[in-house]
């Protein structure tokens, strides 16, 4: 009810949630961005802008990814780990296993 009211009294067409969600669509339009800069102020000289740029597209290209991976995480099923807090993921896509005998806790040694 409160966002309701928001988007009527600061006339927003879109929900709240949609415009909060903007700014995380348009990560993926940076490295495009950034790249273009990149070699534009290359093609043009400006050596100290195009490693700006580098540094910058370095960036947000680990961002991108690293938002993938976390995306990837939270659709991830039938995972009773919290993920997001176990630091960098290394792997992922999908895990087999096979069954064995006892718990990974109480395994005979």
Not at 2 to 30: E, H, M, W
Request: net charge positive; with cysteine.
């Amino acid at each position: 009810q409160f966002f309701s009211l928001y988007q009527t009294n600061r006339g927003l067409q879109l929900r709240v949630d949609a415009q909060l969600i903007k700014p995380v669509q348009r990560i993926t339009r940076y490295p495009m961005f950034l790249s273009d800069l990149y070699k534009t102020s290359a093609d043009h000289g400006d050596i100290d802008s195009s490693e700006d740029y580098s540094a910058a597209l370095n960036s947000i290209l680990s961002v991108v990814d690293h938002t993938n991976t976390m995306m990837w995480i939270g659709n991830m099923k039938n995972c009773s780990l919290n993920l997001c807090g176990q630091g960098q993921l290394l792997k992922h896509g999908k895990l087999m296993s096979k069954k064995i005998h006892g718990s990974f806790l109480n395994r005979k040694k």
